[in-house]
């Protein structure tokens, strides 16, 4: 464990190739962007199963590590960090052995960059039961003494229940696809998503749709009173570039992606 931990300082080697596609999660009450997810994709583009499925316990923590630095980098060179956005990145509490430790690289890759610490998100992406919820707690946090924000993400679905949001201190919810599916058309789920929003304002955390495809999903979110959204209706990730979305109504107008490949 102290190897791994010490490892964080000094840097480790990416144990695949790998890159990265950017998603915006949009504010659609001041049509801007809130923030932009970073999402594992394979080195020309491919799915991000292509990747996940070479992660084992045994390079679990050097890929958890290597996602941020690669997402830290990426986003800079695009500008994201002068455009007003957040960077959210998923991360594994499985994979942080000391949270004091092991976040010691991203500090460092955060400094050589130039990037604000207080633009940084870290969404909890924890596919199985959470063992040890003081050990997930221990790890916000210390992430909050360094101003990053903590999102639990696809709430609603799995582990991530209401048992995670009474004991982590997180700051932002992002509800779970499952929920936003259809919501047009399912009473009791725009009731659910309408308690959700008024438990998100009583404890002061910000609640974000994701997985919005329809203009009828997306009116009914706004109906509910959620006004941050992410889906294919807004924008597609795009890879190594950040995309400009569209809300529904808006005219088809041709505007340029922000990508490391523009033209010099």
Known sequence: MIAKCSACKDGIAQPMQFSMAFQPIVDVSTRRVYAYEALVRGPQGQAAGTVLSQVNDDNLYA?????????????????LADNGALLSINFLPGAVYSPAAC??????????LNFPLDRLIFEVTEGEKVKDANHLEGIASEYNKHGFKIAIDDFGAGFANLNLLADLSADIVKVDMALTRNLHLRKKARAIVRSLVQLCQTLDITIVAEGVETADEYSALLDCGIHRM??????RPQFEALPVFTLPGDPVVAVPIFSLFQPS
């Open 103 to 112: 976040i010691q690289l991203t500090l460092k890759t955060a400094r050589d």
């Open 63 to 79: 890929f958890d590590q290597s996602c941020r630095v690669k997402a830290l980098t990426l986003a800079s060179r695009l500008g």
């Open 230 to 235: 992410q889906g294919y209706l807004l924008a």
